[in-house]
């Protein structure tokens, strides 16, 4: 049976932060995925800093109105609290900016930008 | 009629602090946060070695994993690191203790920064945890 521990006290205890679940398995196999999955999945940038996803390498400021971004903090500390993992509030905005520009096709964007056109008049 | 007894009731009082089923894995790196600087690791690991079992009563540390990984944010230049993944097994009522994790922490942060790591990482049961501040020690 899986130990019920107490991961915020575990970390408080430590001076540390929890970052996210993995899948951690004994004996030298074990090791060797674990060691494989953390790599992957927490990677340092080289000068240091909190752990990002390799594959956003573009940077670009983004506006945004003021209560969007009390929403993002407001998001992030509630998966925070519920989950444990930290995400930074822009971290969010990028993952919420990949995953709908996956779904969105022409049409959409169409639509959206007429009305943003309406509402601007 | 003879009485008829039942299972002897396993006490957890026999097993102080219940069975040693929780999994803490250390990473000991091979170079510095520049990827290329040794960090005399044979050491690391030996002090890892002596606090687990110390503090937790032992631990294992398993040979060197070769590890490569493309760094995009240098170009993609590919680094290459060897770290040895050490395990330890306890109690939960071991790993939550506060004076063990003081212990725990302290070491972490030690070889953070005398190892100059951007983090250390330490998985307890099934969560990553992250060690970047690594002053107070």
Known sequence: ?121 | MAKRHGKPVRKRSLLKGGRKRVLVVLFVPSVERDGTTPIGQERWVAAALAMFGRVFGGATAYPKAKGIWRDDERDGVLVRDEPVVVHCYTTPADIEDPGNLVELGSFCRTMGREARQGEVGLVIGDEYFAIREFSGE
């Open chain 1, 1 to 121: 049976m899986k130990p019920h521990l107490d991961m915020d006290k575990i970390a408080r205890g430590l001076r540390a932060e929890r970052t996210g679940k993995v899948s951690a398995g004994g004996g030298y196999f074990g090791a060797m995925q674990l060691l494989a999955e953390i790599e992957t999945r927490f990677r340092v940038p080289v000068g240091g800093g909190r752990a990002t996803d390799p594959k956003w390498t573009e940077r670009r400021l983004v506006p945004l109105a003021p209560r969007t971004l009390k929403r993002l903090e407001a998001m992030t500390e509630g998966v925070k609290a519920r989950s444990g993992v930290s995400v930074e509030p822009m971290q969010l905005a990028a993952l919420l900016l990949e995953k709908t520009t996956e779904q969105l096709d022409e049409d959409d964007v169409k639509d959206l930008v007429a009305v943003r056109r309406r509402s601007d008049r």
